[in-house]
């Protein structure tokens, strides 16, 4: 199977998962070279809601403006809307993790 995901590549891979995907191997994707002929845009900081709320809004800005596309925009805000869903699950899974441990010492 060759589509292109080095975690779907290996024949072994129990559920899509390989060995190379399950040792966080590919958690410094960020500091990998950007793709030839490729704009290189400053790195954002997407760690919280406020920055997703942010950028949200700065995409909104650019659309409404017209720097760039409505489709474009529909599938940035796409993707900040599902980023910002797994930073406030991250958050409420912490915070119920907190509770349960504190539920466990009484």
Known sequence: M?????????????NGVSDWAA????T??????????SKVSPRLRLNTIAD???EYRRLYVEAR??????????KLGYLLQALANLIADCDLEGRLGA????QGKK
Do not use: C, F, H, Y
């Open 23 to 26: 040792s966080g191997a590919n």
């Open 99 to 102: 509770l349960e441990s504190r």
């Open 52 to 54: 997703v709320k942010r």
């Open 28 to 37: 410094d994707v960020d500091d990998a070279p950007p793709p030839p002929g």
């Open 2 to 14: 060759s589509n292109g995901w080095p975690s779907m590549q290996q024949k072994d891979a129990q």
């Open 65 to 74: 403006n017209g720097q760039i596309t409505s489709g474009d925009a529909s």
